[in-house]
């Protein structure tokens, strides 16, 4: 089964910035479309972003357009979610979520089987 890692979580101030990294073994990135989602104290899990297996495709979040990046490394069977310009309402625990041969096209959670244990990400002053 695939194994999903998630990093790069802390705690930062706001208007900082952080880059999360989703790593999978021990198969192969490349079929899999990947979501990142995010879930804060007494609320649902709710996307952030995806990106297709070719990252031909990306989605975002309307609170996270022009402020995060979503990537994908296949060499290194990494993505990415760089976060700049974070604010107070983007802390959360932030999973990260596959599904082979999918687009990202109105993702929900709920079209994702395969998560990772999530990252805590904190903005505060």
């Known amino acids: 089964q695939l194994q999903i890692v998630e990093s790069g979580g802390g705690l930062v101030q706001p208007g900082g910035s952080l880059k999360l990294s989703c790593e999978v073994s021990?198969?192969?990135?490349?079929?899999?479309?990947i979501g990142w989602f995010r879930q804060a104290p007494g609320k649902e899990r709710g996307g952030v972003s995806c990106?297709?297996?070719?990252?031909?495709?990306?989605e975002y979040a309307d609170s996270v357009k022009g402020r995060f990046t979503i990537s994908r490394d296949n060499a290194k069977n990494t993505v990415y979610l760089q976060m700049n310009s974070l604010k107070p309402e983007d802390t959360g625990v932030y999973y990260c979520?596959?599904?082979?041969?999918?687009?990202?096209?109105?993702?929900?959670?709920?079209?994702?089987?395969?998560w990772g244990q999530g990252t805590q990400v904190t903005v505060s002053s």
């Open positions: 990106i297709n297996r070719n990252a031909g495709h990306m």
């Open positions: 979520a596959a599904r082979a041969y999918f687009s990202c096209s109105g993702y929900i959670a709920a079209d994702f089987g395969l």
């Open positions: 021990p198969f192969n990135l490349d079929p899999y479309t």
